[in-house]
């Protein structure tokens, strides 16, 4: 045999990854000296050289295979040992060398992340054919005995090194022991094994050898020790000491007759408390240490005539949360230990032999409060100690936060408060009048006393581990090592001495991150029919989509139903929200870790005759549709991330793995395709909006939640909604209902409202309440209907916040003429929503949608305006034109996103105004938009689905252009004329126009004037005669202001015509001559400032009279600005106004309209151009 081959060796640092196999991937450096050689990947063995601890420790060598892919890159860092590396040289140069291996293979061997290591590749070494392995523990035998079919079809595929056994680093010095060998034996089971022989051998200086293709392969198995039997020597000392030497030789030789070790069973572990209603008897079982297995399990070789057993959960290494590097492990002296001992009962009702129930207070010991689902270990438990061995046991207390101050300090080191703690600590955990508790059962040495559901705990106590202190003369019994050490009762006079405080382990601190917790029965109301309907699918293994628009309360409903199954059929619930992981810096590679540990806990959690489920919240969020009008990557990524989750759903939610899936999306068409259609649910669940009568018991359940609990406490299971401890503050807030609150009435103003809308709503009323309890200073907080009245104004709910809504003051009163219109238009939308339980029983159909045509300005857009303010329905308009778009498919989705606006603003009316120009007819278009827009309107309007809660209303002045499959009955039922008023209904527009008008007596007091109007009319439309009106009015207001104007000009020219006569004095008179003398500056100053007083008082008094006359003048002109309808102004505009419709157009029209109605046949058309009146001709 040629000796093996040596490739290029490199420096690098080990990274940890999820592998699962012994093989490593290489840096890319070495990958191209392979590939360039062509090296096949089988025939290649790496050599990983490191020195474990400190520097001077002597180097070791671990062997591996490789997985042909190259590692991913890492850039160095930019400041070395030796100080700043250059940056000269390509970015090849600077990126650090990385081996990547399996995160679980390297915690075997004791490899950390980051560790500086050699690489050293090896090619075409020697080949062994025969493999003798053998496991390193027993519980690695069990697993291996579970999944020995596994092993023997996939051990080539994980294992390709194979450390040689008996290789010797130098010539006369002892073997190397072999490292261990990691098998990853099933998603969450892995099993540890060594190499005990290679065949043929290899050479002694040869340190590995090649795993064969057709190798065989040997499992050695690995028995547990007898677990009442010592050495050989014991025996033989305890038989010498009987009277006759043949009596010892007797014994000896009987050894093969004493019973062998009882076997260990794995068991699905239960939490007692998760599964009550399997428990016939309601006997107290939190103070005691117990485990519950089948009746029938108690008649085996394994549990006959035992009383206590060891319990131990089983935790799978790959599912365990990362531990933070910086936690301080507990000393030896101070280790919990991971398995107890605790007493064995029959469960006469248990669901099957695989189950094992646990009491609170083992759970709570184990660190597996609430567990449904999972492994546990019972074995025979060693024989106790005796009482007298025991001196003294030895309380670890745990430390706590540092936040807290009250209570006693336990673990102090003053000798009267560790008295004290000692005190306390046997009042806690012994029951209360002797009856049962901790201390009274079997105690374990390293067991932890945590707290459970039902312990008084005084302030300060964190749980903490005991150690049972033994006599030297146990010491001296000879017993094995690894056996558990317990003690079956505490006595009494036992000293409890208590140490410093030392950290949690591990496995107590850390929790399953995706664990649902778990929910309140009683927080869903109305919707028993769509629980039922989950649990039934959920329970027969059939995966599910739960679909609902924002606020519908899936995420509630989900978890609801989670926490039913896991009570009532035991599943292992899991729920993660994928909203935490959607962010586009978030790379793939993590995404898929996180969902593939969510299964395999899930896998984990259903072994044993178990099923899970996981729930997948806002799944949509994840993996959204893809869009045609979207541009960049996010389409990319998210088939990308699709496909990675329909592949992991499909891995672990296959028939008889015993994990099944719940995800919610806002809907179907939110969800990429992908997922959708990959068959990975088989049923799509709609969470519609409530009605009326689920709404009102709602409203009623979410009032009461606060001082009125008592009244809603005897309600059965889901009569109460979201009363969950929230964040709403109106739970305790002590609000009292009115007993006049007509939840009926409230819950019929809430049409389209969802769960948490009304949520919102009461939320909103409570607040109300406060403010106006404030106001009043009465202090009574009472909640009544004037409160529900103002939470409801300018609130919108979640549903309507992007529907483009309109409104319209516009009401029947306001509108003249068109009697039977707006009858059928009263008859067809109010009556069904207003008398709605009435309508509810009615075995036909209701008309759903309506056809408004007629001439123009009759009043057909003006009838769907005030449907909007007279019926009380949401309104939606949608102007024809703009709905067309010039991309393939984008007018059909502007129809289908109309319509689901409509759905999600039920009840509504949707208004086409000008529907000719979207839905004519089809096979006239030479680009086909219109043909596909009608298609899809015929689907929406009358498809498979209904429409429930909307109403079409459409208007049109060319009703002989509208496809007719659109006239049919089941789309638009009924067509109504708004024709031509005549005299009464010119009459009536008239008045109805001149309602905000201010007349004169001779137009208000007399119909004459009116009557005579109406005639002149003639051949008038609606839109004609508020034409007039307006003319009207304009004459009006001109002839006002021309009065104005000539007033203002007479005013002028009256002041220009008036004489100003004003007079100078010129020279002294005698007067002042006389008194002239002389005069000092400070009497002419005052003077001066006496004159300027005097001239300032003037100034003032004139301002306030000019003031004063321009109110007075402003008082007048708006009296004389007031505008008075005369008749005189409304004969000037009957002179100006013509009618908008000729005789010549109105003759057309009407023969159009007789056309419509009379000369329509239930024949299709054959797609050629239609000759009749108003035909389209084609443009093709």
Same mark, same amino acid.
């Given at each position: ?74 850039? &160095? ?41 050699? =690489? ?37 595929? #994980?294992?390709? %090194? ?85 009596? $010892? ?54 549990? +006959? ?21 910086? &936690? =301080? ?8 230990? !991971? ?40 074995? $025979? ?76 705990? /005084? ?17 001296? #019994? ?13 006595? $009494? ?9 030392? /950290? ?145 759903? +499909? ?32 049923? @799509?669940?709609?969470?519609?909006? !409530? ?67 009304? +949520? ?19 202090? =009574? ?56 339980? @009435? ?50 498919? =984008? ?10 606006? %409509? ?16 839905? !004519? ?59 031509? !008023? ?44 508020? $034409? ?102 409304? %004969? ?17 029209? #009407? ?30």
């Amino acid at each position: 045999m040629a000796p093996p081959r040596r490739a290029h060796s490199t420096a690098a640092e080990l990274s940890l990854a999820h592998l699962k196999n012994c093989l490593v991937n290489l840096p890319p450096s070495l990958v191209s000296l392979l590939v360039n050689v062509n090296t096949p990947v089988q025939n290649v063995i790496v050599e990983l050289s490191f020195r474990p601890g400190s520097p001077g420790s002597p180097p070791r060598s671990v062997f591996v295979g490789w997985t042909g892919m190259p590692s991913k890159r890492r850039p &160095a860092p930019l400041v070395g040992r030796h100080g700043a590396m250059g940056m000269r040289g390509s970015i090849r140069d600077h990126e650090a060398q990385v081996v990547e291996m399996d995160a679980t293979f390297a915690r075997t061997l004791g490899l950390d992340d980051g560790l500086k290591l050699t =690489a050293l590749v090896h090619v075409d070494p020697p080949m062994a054919h025969t493999i003798n392995i053998e496991p390193l523990t027993p519980e690695d035998w069990e697993i291996i005995e579970l999944h020995a079919t596994f092993l023997e079809l996939n051990l080539v595929s #994980q294992v390709r %090194a194979l450390p040689n056994p008996s290789y010797r680093a130098q010539q006369g010095s002892t073997p190397v022991p072999p490292h261990a060998l990691t098998l990853h034996l099933s998603p969450t089971s892995t099993a540890n094994v060594k190499v005990a022989s290679l065949d043929p051998a290899p050479p002694p200086d040869a340190p590995f050898a090649r795993l064969s293709p057709n190798a065989e392969v040997i499992v050695a198995p690995k028995t547990r020790a007898k677990a009442g039997v010592a050495g050989g020597g014991d025996h033989g000392s305890v038989a010498s000491t009987s009277k006759s030497r043949r009596s $010892a030789t007797s014994t000896v030789r009987k050894r093969n007759s004493r019973p062998e070790p009882r076997p260990s069973l794995l068991l699905r572990a239960l939490d007692r408390a998760a599964c009550e209603t399997w428990f016939e008897d309601s006997e107290p079982c939190a103070d005691e240490l117990a485990v519950w297995v089948d009746r029938d399990l108690l008649l085996t070789n394994a549990f +006959r005539g035992l009383n206590q057993v060891l319990v131990h959960v089983l935790r799978p290494a790959g599912l365990q949360p990362p531990q933070a590097d910086g &936690a =301080a492990a507990p000393a030896s002296s101070s280790a919990a230990s !991971p398995k107890l001992v605790a007493n064995l009962k029959p469960w006469d009702d248990a669901p099957n032999g695989q189950a094992a129930a646990l009491s609170p207070a083992l759970c709570a010991s184990l660190g597996c409060s609430g567990i449904v689902g999972g492994i546990v270990k019972i074995e $025979a438990a060693p024989p106790p100690l005796s009482r007298s061995w025991l001196q003294q046991v030895t309380v670890y207390p745990f430390a706590g936060s540092s936040t807290e101050g009250q209570g006693l300090k336990f673990g102090s080191d003053t000798k009267a408060e560790k008295e004290e703690s000692a005190k306390r600590f046997r009042h806690m955990y012994t029951g209360h009048k002797g009856s049962g508790g901790l201390l009274q059962g079997p105690l374990t040495d390293g067991m932890v006393m945590a707290a459970y559901q039902g312990l008084e705990v /005084p302030p300060g106590w964190q749980g903490g581990v005991i150690r049972l202190e033994c006599s030297k003369d146990s010491a001296s #019994q000879d017993r094995p090592k690894d056996a558990t050490m317990w003690t079956a009762q505490l006595d $009494a006079k036992t000293p409890i001495d208590f140490q410093p405080a030392q /950290p949690r382990p591990w496995w107590l601190v850390e929790s399953h991150p995706f664990e649902l917790q778990p929910v309140d029965d009683s927080i869903l109301v109305g919707v028993d029919g769509l629980l039922a309907k989950l649990q039934s699918h959920l329970a027969h293994m059939t995966s599910v989509m739960l679909t609902g628009s924002m606020g519908s309360g899936k995420t509630l409903m989900a978890k609801h139903v989670a926490s039913r199954l896991r009570k009532e059929s035991l599943f292992y619930t899991l729920y993660f929200c994928c909203r935490k992981l959607v962010n586009d810096e978030t790379r793939i590679s993590t995404i898929k870790e996180t969902l593939d540990c969510i299964f395999m806990s899930a896998s984990w959690g259903a072994r044993l005759g178990g099923r899970g489920l996981v729930v997948l919240d806002d799944l949509d969020r994840l993996c959204p549709a893809e869009t045609e009008l979207q541009v960049g990557n996010d389409n990319g990524r998210s088939r990308q991330v699709s496909e990675m989750v329909r592949c992991v759903v +499909r891995q672990y939610c296959s028939p008889g793995d015993g994990v099944v899936l719940l995800a919610t999306a806002e809907g179907k068409d939110c969800i990429n395709k992908v997922v959708t259609g990959g068959h990975l649910v088989s049923d @799509i669940v709609e969470l519609k909006a !409530p009605d009326k009568e689920a709404r009102r018991k709602m409203l009623e359940a979410v009032s009461k939640q606060g001082a009125g609990r008592d009244d809603v406490s005897g309600m059965d299971d889901g009569d109460v909604w979201m009363h969950g401890s929230g964040s709403d503050g109106g739970d305790g807030n002590g609000l009292a209902v009115d007993s006049s609150v007509d939840f009926v009435d409230i819950a019929g103003l809430t049409d389209g409202y969802m769960a948490g809308d009304l +949520r919102v709503l009461v939320s909103r009323a409570r607040n109300e309440a406060i403010m106006r309890s404030l106001g009043d200073g009465s202090g =009574a907080l009472c909640l009544g209907r004037r409160d529900f009245d103002s939470a409801l104004k300018g609130f919108t709910p979640v549903s309507l916040r992007n529907v483009p809504l309109q409104s319209s003051t516009t009401t029947f009163k306001s509108i003249g003429g068109l009697e039977e219109t707006r009858r059928v238009l009263l008859e067809t939308l109010q009556y069904p929503t207003k008398y709605a339980p @009435i309508f509810a029983q009615c075995p036909l159909r209701l008309r759903s949608g309506l056809l408004l045509y007629g001439y123009p300005g009759c009043g057909k857009t003006l009838l769907a305006s005030a449907v909007a303010g007279e019926c009380g329905l949401n309104f939606i308009s949608v102007k024809g034109p703009e709905m067309l778009n010039k991309y393939i498919g =984008a007018s059909e989705k502007s129809v289908r996103d109309l319509f689901e606006r %409509a759905q999600a603003a039920r009840p509504c009316v949707l208004f086409f105004d000008e529907f000719d120009s979207i839905a !004519p007819k089809r096979g006239h278009d030479s680009t086909g938009v219109t043909d596909r827009v009608v298609n899809q309107l015929l689907t929406q309007m009358d498809g498979a689905e209904g429409l429930a809660g909307v109403y079409v209303l459409a208007a049109t002045s060319r009703p002989d252009l509208i496809d007719p499959a659109l006239l049919r009955p089941g789309r638009l039922d009924k067509s109504l004329l708004c024709d031509m !008023p005549g005299l009464q209904d010119r009459l009536d527009i008239v008045r109805s126009l001149l309602q905000k008008v201010q007349l004169s007596p001779e137009l208000s007091q007399t119909h004459q004037r009116l009557q005579q109007v109406a005639r002149r009319t003639q051949g008038f439309s609606g839109a004609d005669l508020q $034409a007039l009106v307006s003319n009207a009015q304009l004459e009006a207001i001109h002839d006002v202001l021309h009065h104005v104007h000539g007033q203002g000009q007479s005013a002028q020219h009256s002041l220009d015509g008036e004489a100003r006569f004003v007079q100078f004095r010129y020279g002294t008179s005698n007067d002042d001559e006389d008194s002239q003398g002389p005069q000092s500056k400070s009497e002419a100053l005052a003077q001066r400032a006496a004159i300027v007083s005097k001239l300032e008082q003037i100034r003032r008094g004139r301002k306030k009279a000019k003031a004063k006359d321009c109110m007075d003048k402003s008082h007048g002109s708006r009296q004389d600005k007031e505008v008075v309808l005369q008749w005189e102004h409304v %004969a000037r505009a009957l002179d100006k106004t013509r009618a908008s419709i000729s005789s010549q157009e109105r003759a057309r029209l #009407q023969r159009i309209y007789r056309e419509f109605v009379v000369g329509r046949s239930g024949q299709l058309g054959d797609g050629q151009a239609s000759m009749e009146i108003g035909g389209r001709s084609s443009l093709m």
